[in-house]
């Protein structure tokens, strides 16, 4: 492991940028561990990043930044017990074919399969779920590194608190260097998408999350169209997309004519009430069945940089009502799609599900659009609900307002206290969520 020195690095949205004292690519535990003491006599603080995927500076490295691209092995898979232990810088993508492979996979995921597993987790990365909650809630045990420089192992039988503190930590506890995952028997979702009205949505918001396994829904701004989906498990066997059907959809419509539209919007911002419009009525109905990673990720190619709260779930209709009333009042013109997703409750301390079924709201914007003005109006109404901004994902949020609003964040401050007394794992993100 020979460090680089004052090696530039950004987030994939472009939003993010650090220029570290030292870059380091760790190939197991005890490189971590080495280069954390290296980091500690140095009096230098450390950070692990992912691929970049997350809009807050939660990987904005000051001191040395941790590349996890030589931690990507499988260290075992027990096809019996589900159990799946991997290194931290696996990316899920990879992750995903190793269980298929193996006739098994994750109950539940997010809309894209490009961070790694370490990443993914510590963010409290979630998808949407009638029954089967985010990633926080698939973990057996964690291996991290701790601060002085120890490898300690954690689980809900040793070390709980950790364990539970941990699963979503922002990496301010310690350096996650594996994950044992508990997974599931493979299985096939059948997907049916449809357009449909605001009002109608809305009405049948419970209907819908009663009666699948997974729901979610997007709303164009500006007009009355959504997009609705409902992915439910399937005895098989699968009946794919077409190669060419997935392309044309997926690919060349969701990808690169949304780009164009994207940029257009951006130079032309007047024009996207009617872009809208138009890309709304072009919705299709479709279904199909696949391996279920398969029906829970697509490609993603256009940046953009996005915001989400998760709030209580009986607060979603009020909310987007309120939401949309916005803007009529405001003057913003927004390109992309409101996403809407719904999650049981965790028990993870930091998930934004902890204790509370819930719903998330998630607003976007094109990557070279101005965001602040927007996601603030958006933020002062969901925050006004006691919502719970995604870890990852912009927001403005302190240590004031979530203790207020998470009911471990005070057993999580105290032991981030025991743990790292010197915040040897701090950047200025982590300063703003926890304090000093």
């Given at each position: 492991m020979s460090p680089v020195t004052h090696q530039k690095w950004q987030n994939w949205a472009g939003n993010q940028q650090a220029t570290p004292h030292r870059v380091a690519t760790p190939g197991s535990a005890a490189e971590v561990a080495a280069a954390v003491r290296s980091a500690a006599s140095d009096g230098l603080t450390v950070r692990m990043t992912g691929t970049g995927h997350s809009f807050t500076g939660a990987a904005v490295a000051e001191g040395v930044l941790l590349r996890p691209d030589a931690l990507t092995a499988v260290r075992s898979v027990d096809t019996a017990t589900g159990l799946v232990t991997v290194e931290a810088g696996l990316p899920l993508h990879a992750f995903n074919r190793v269980l298929a492979e193996h006739g098994?996979?994750?109950?539940?995921?997010?809309?894209?399969?490009?961070?790694?597993?370490?990443?993914?987790?510590?963010?409290?990365?979630?998808?949407?779920?009638?029954?089967?909650?985010?990633?926080?809630?698939?973990v057996a045990a964690l291996e991290l590194v701790l601060a002085?420089?120890?490898?300690?192992?954690?689980?809900?039988?040793?070390?709980?608190?950790?364990?539970?503190?941990?699963?979503?930590?922002?990496?301010?506890?310690?350096?996650?260097?594996?994950?044992?995952?508990?997974?599931?028997?493979?299985?096939?979702?059948?997907?049916?998408?449809?357009?449909?009205?605001?009002?109608?949505?809305?009405?049948?918001?419970?209907e819908f999350d009663d009666a699948n396994e997974h729901f979610e829904f997007y709303w164009f701004p500006?007009?009355?169209?959504?997009?609705?989906?409902?992915?439910?498990?399937?005895?098989?066997?699968?009946?794919?997309?077409?190669?060419?059907?997935?392309?044309?959809?997926?690919?060349?419509?969701?990808?690169?004519?949304?780009?164009?539209?994207?940029?257009l919007t951006h130079l032309a911002p007047a024009t996207t009430p009617f872009?809208?419009?138009?890309?709304?009525?072009?919705?299709?109905?479709?279904?199909?069945?696949d391996t279920s990673y398969k029906v829970f990720t697509s490609p993603r190619t256009v940046r953009f940089k996005e915001q989400e709260y998760a709030i209580p779930r009986e607060e979603l209709v009020p909310a987007l009502r309120e939401l949309r009333s916005l803007f009529a009042r405001k003057d913003w013109r927004i390109s992309f799609p409101i996403e809407v997703r719904l999650l049981p409750q965790e028990d993870a301390w930091l998930s934004m599900a902890h204790g509370r079924r819930s719903a998330f709201i998630a607003v976007h914007v094109y990557y070279k659009d101005r965001h602040q003005e927007y996601f603030r109006g958006v933020e002062d109404l969901l925050t006004a609900l006691d919502g719970r901004p995604h870890w990852g994902k912009l927001h403005t949020r302190d240590a004031t307002y979530l203790e207020k609003v998470y009911p471990r964040f005070t057993d999580f401050q105290r032991l981030r206290d025991e743990l790292d007394p010197d915040r040897r794992f701090a950047n200025p993100y982590t300063r703003q969520v926890f304090g000093d």
């Open positions: 098994l996979a994750l109950a539940n995921m997010g809309d894209i399969q490009e961070q790694t597993v370490a990443g993914a987790l510590q963010t409290a990365t979630h998808g949407t779920g009638r029954d089967a909650a985010g990633l926080a809630s698939q002085d420089g120890s490898t300690v192992t954690c689980s809900p039988d040793e070390r709980p608190e950790l364990f539970d503190a941990a699963r979503a930590g922002l990496g301010a506890l310690g350096v996650v260097t594996a994950i044992t995952w508990k997974t599931v028997p493979a299985f096939v979702l059948r997907a049916q998408e449809e357009p449909m009205k605001w009002d109608e949505v809305l009405a049948r918001v419970d500006h007009t009355e169209g959504c997009l609705t989906k409902r992915n439910n498990r399937v005895e098989g066997p699968a009946e794919p997309l077409s190669k060419f059907k997935y392309w044309m959809d997926d690919e060349f419509l969701s990808n690169k004519v949304f780009g164009a539209v994207n940029r872009v809208n419009g138009i890309s709304a009525k072009a919705l299709g109905a479709r279904t199909y069945s």
